[in-house]
C-alpha cells in the first residue's frame, strides 16, 4: 500500500491542519508507544514522508525545545544497532536546530508572503491578527511578511501600492482616535 507523500500532504491540507498532523506525528514517535510502521499505516504516509514531518516538526517550530532533545535522543538510540556512534544524529540535529532559528526569523516562504500581502491588501477583514491566525504565526511575523515582501520587490507596483495606502489608512483612523482621546482628555 502505497501512502501520501509530503508534497501531497502539503498540497491537500492548509497550514493549520498540516502543522496538528506533523505536531501529532511527532509526539506520538517521541511519546507514543507506536512504531515507525505503525505511524506509516495510522497516517497513511510514506516513510520519506514520515521522516519529512519530523524534521519539519524541529524546523518549523511545531515542537517545543524538550522535545527536540526527546527527537534527538531517540533517533540516536534508533541508529545505534545500526552504527557505532550517534555522530551523524548529532550533526543532523544541529543542523536542523540551525535552520529552526531561521525560521523563527522568517517563517514564510516567498509564495506566502506574497500571499500574505495579497490578502491583506483584498480582503478588509483580513486584518494582521485574523492572517496570523490562519498562518499559526504572530501578527509581528505578519508584519514581517509585508516588510520582506515589499522590500525584496516580490509584489508589483499596483499591489504595493494598494498595501500602502491600506496601512497609511490605519495609520490615519489610528491618529483620529489618539486625537479625539486626547480632545476629550482637555475638556475634564
Same mark, same amino acid.
Given at each position: 500500500m502505497k501512502g501520501i507523500t509530503f508534497l501531497d500532504l502539503r498540497k491537500e491540507k492548509n497550514r493549520r491542519s498540516l502543522r496538528k498532523i506533523i505536531k501529532e506525528v511527532a509526539y506520538t514517535y517521541v511519546f507514543g508507544a507506536s512504531t515507525r510502521h505503525e505511524i506509516l499505516l495510522s497516517y497513511n504516509i510514506?516513510?520519506?514522508?514520515?521522516?519529512? &514531518?519530523?524534521?519539519? /516538526?524541529?524546523?518549523?517550530? &511545531?515542537?517545543?525545545? /524538550?522535545?527536540v532533545n526527546e527527537m534527538e535522543e531517540k533517533a540516536s538510540e534508533n541508529s545505534k544497532p545500526y552504527t557505532k556512534s550517534s555522530k551523524r544524529t548529532k550533526e543532523k540535529y544541529a543542523r536542523l536546530r540551525e535552520q529552526r532559528e531561521e525560521y523563527k526569523r522568517f517563517p514564510f516562504t516567498k509564495k506566502e508572503a506574497i500571499r500574505i500581502v495579497v490578502e491583506f491588501t483584498e480582503d478588509r477583514y483580513a486584518t494582521k491578527k485574523v492572517l496570523a491566525d490562519i498562518y499559526c504565526v504572530t501578527p509581528r511575523d505578519i508584519d514581517k511578511a509585508l516588510y520582506v515582501a515589499c522590500a525584496n520587490c516580490w509584489i508589483d507596483d499596483a499591489l504595493f501600492k494598494k498595501l500602502k495606502d491600506r496601512s497609511l489608512e490605519g495609520a490615519i483612523k489610528f491618529f483620529e482616535h489618539l486625537q479625539s482621546g486626547r480632545e476629550s482628555l482637555k475638556k475634564i
Open positions: 510514506t516513510e520519506r514522508c514520515y521522516y519529512t &514531518i519530523l524534521e519539519k /516538526a524541529v524546523v518549523w517550530n &511545531i515542537v517545543d525545545d /524538550a522535545t
